[in-house]
Every structure is written in C-alpha cells, then in structure tokens.
C-alpha cells in the first residue's frame, strides 16, 4: 500500500480534482480488474479507449483516474485526475512502486531475440536450479518456479504487462524465489511493460521475420528489441547473427559475445558433446544459457556436467511415438524457425518427412509464402492448414502460404481444418516416417474470428496415433 502523493511526486503530471492523499492498493488499466483503493489508468489504445469506462472504473473503487489528454465527458470532482505524459510508462513505474519494487532485490535476466526466447529462458533456469539457486521463469508458456508451472491467472503474452509482472515478483520473492528469467518480446520492450524493472542480465538471441506489419517495418522492431540494450548492466549478443552484431554497435553496456566462431568470449566448443537435445540452434539455445551463468560469475566446470540434463520445454521438439511413426510438436511460427526445425528433422528421419503448419492471422503477411516455400524444399509432403486465423479468413492465409509452392505440387495439399490435418498426415505416415506439425506448439487455444476454442496439437497427435494403430485399415 503506498500513499497517492509518494506515488506521484517525481512523476511529471497534472493533478486535478478531489483530495490525493488517499492509499493506493494496485493499479490497472483493465476497468473490470479494479478493486477499492485501485488507480484507473484510461489509456487509449488501438481498440479500445479507456475512457469509456471511467464510470464502471469509479463504481467498482477507483480512487484516482490517470489519463493522457483532456477528458470531455465531467468526472467526480471528489476523484483526483492525473494527467501524464504517457499512460504505460506510468503504469511501469507505479506497478513497480506499489508493489515495493521486488525487482531491485532480484537477480533479472531478460532475453530477446525472434526465435528460442523460451527455450533459453527455460534452459537458464534449469541450470540455475541444479546449482542450487531457486529460479523463476516467466514467458510464453506461464510461471515456472524451480521447472514446476504454477496454476496463476496471466495473460497468455510472452512478456507480461507490468500491473501483472511486479506483483508477481513481489510473489516469488515472498516465495524465496532469487532469480527471475523473463522473455522480452519486441512489443513487451515498446510498449514499455520492462521500463521499471531492474535487469542484470539481457540477452540477444537473433533477429528474424516476426511482427514486423505490428512494429510498422522492421527498422522499427529491431529499434524495439534495442530498447533492452538501455535497460541492462551487461549484454549478451550472438556473434553468429550479423544483424545482432549490426545493432551491437551503438550498445552502451557492457557486452559479452557468444557463438561459434573464435572471436567470440563464449565459443560453442565448450558444449562438445554434452548435450542430449538435437538441432544446432539448440545448440545455440544452451549456449546463450551457459554463457549467462558464465557472466554471473560461475564456473564453467560447475555447470557444463548439467548440460547433458537440459530438457526443451513444452511444444518444443516435443515428441510422441507409436509403432515406428514419431510425431514433433513445435512452436515454430517464423521461416527461421522453421527452417531450422525442418533442417534437424531431415537429419533425424529415415523415412519421409511430413509437414503440417499454417500461418498466424493478422501477423506479418510476407513471412507466409516464405514458410511454404520452405516446408515444401524439406518436406516429402506438406498439409497446409489453419493456425489461429484471429479474424482473417483461414482461406485467404493459406492461399498466401501456397504462393511459396511456385506452382502446382502434388506433395502439397491444403486442408482447412487443422484438427483433420493433423489425423491425414498421422494417417498417411509409415514407420520411420516423422511428422512435424508447427506452428502452435505448447498453444491450447485456437483463435477464430468465431472466438477461442480449446485445441491442442499434442493431444490431436496422441489421438490420431491412438487411433491409427487400432485402426481397422492400419
């Protein structure tokens, strides 16, 4: 709890209205997440603006409404108003300051990076746990305390809004959680979710076609991802990625170089042969892990004996087997990403190479053709189907996607329904065939423009498998 004017008093803003010294309890810009005592921040944003539902902030225990510009409709004059420069930076700063600021007493590693932000951050915690420390892991895929998810209530956002994350880390830190590993999406670095959170540690993966349409270009997302360069001590960048080393140039803190050349501080050599996981960007994956170990200040010989026990998280390479067919669940949503998992796979098969993916709706159009053209050079047979098509016409996606076919291809077939996608390419496999299906991963919700459905990849595999074998025709 914090008193309204500690709040306030080194912010830049305008207060008007009624009396300021009142207790604050939490602030949110989500008028149905209001209780007593909570700041209503009426942020305009690209679809909704918050102004509208100042009266429902208010009747559910608003104490004070922040905004950005001048507000026609009259407000209680019994109600402070808080003009601000900007509503998120706001946000970042007062979610940090109600909740007693549990970053600065945390140790914080944040990565970025198009593809394996997941991957790393889980990779890191995995370490940090085996040599004793009690780890934290927020992204994509939830919470996970010491590799255990917990069953909390969070946006499904890799990077989480700040009226979320610094409560939560005020949690783990009340659960003697020591170091908390976050993945920094370009939007979470925009929109300024990270501004007030203290972080030792960053880290720069890669840079690859993704939310470039949201960014406004891709001069603009990599500017995002820059963001993080400002908000670190030390900066861990992969010398491998040219456009990594390209933005390394201007970095103000301090930078460590991981990858596979000579030149770089952290060589790859140092893993030889420990790891159990296939794919050299998983190679890549472990590490960008050990490297930040490394800068921490622990001993190489410490921690390369738990290398060999790095285990991928959920709806990465997740596998499942039946009866010589083996199917690979993975989140792979961008051409690297893909190519690289198709790249592995094709190592690993000796039968055909199946392919079953589609491509996210509303997001960057121009990787699509890309991607068909990819699974197409790799793959034995492809199934184009739909991923979360949002509110674009599931249709449309994949007519983007086949553009990348160059052409007609009888290895190549669109089925528009993923969960019979998924059964046909199960169906059509024989033993020693492999079976990817991309694009999802760990994901349990497909979104229409009909709403959120419950699906998921793995249990759709495990099914048809099931029902493969035990099928008359099988």
Known sequence: ????????????????????????????????????GFIFVARKGSRNDGALYIDEALKRGA????IESLYSKEISSEIPVIMVPDCQRFIAHASARIAGNPASRLKVIAVTGTNGKTTVTHFIGQLLSHLGERTA??????????????DVELPQMTTLPAEYLHPLLKTCEQQAVTHVILEASSLGLSSHRLDACEIEVGVLLNIGTDH?????????????????????????INSDDLECMEMARDCPASIVYFGTDLSADVQLSILDSQLAIPGHYNRMNALAAVSVLLVMGYRLEDVLPYCALLRLPEGRLQRVERDGVT?????????????????????????????VFG???????????????????????????????????????????????GGDCSAIEAVLDRKYAIRKAIFSAAPGDIVLIAGKGHEKIQHTSEGQFPFSDYDEATQALLEKTTSPQS
Request: net charge neutral.
């Open 359 to 405: 491509c996210g709706g509303e997001r960057d159009k121009g990787k699509r053709a890309e991607m068909g053209e990819l699974a197409v050079l790799y793959s034995a047979s492809v199934i184009v189907t739909s991923d979360n098509p949002r509110n674009e016409d599931p249709a449309a996606i994949i007519r983007d996607i086949m553009e990348g076919f």
């Open 327 to 355: 199917v690979y669940i993975d989140y792979a949503h961008t051409p690297d990403a893909l190519q690289a998992v198709l790249h592995t796979l094709s190592h690993l098969c000796y039968g055909r190479l199946i392919t």
């Open 63 to 66: 104490v004070a409404i922040v």
């Open 137 to 150: 892991v927020i992204g994509t895929t939830g919470l996970f305390i010491d590799g255990v998810k917990k």
């Open 1 to 36: 709890m914090l008193n309204l004017t500690e709040l306030i008093k080194d912010w830049p803003c305008t207060v008007s209205g009624g009396e300021f010294r009142v207790a604050v309890t939490g602030i949110t810009e989500n008028s149905t997440r209001v209780k007593k």
């Open 212 to 236: 470039y349409e949201e960014h406004g270009g891709k001069s603009c997302y990599i500017q995002a991802k820059k963001k993080l360069f400002q908000m670190v001590d030390t900066m861990l």
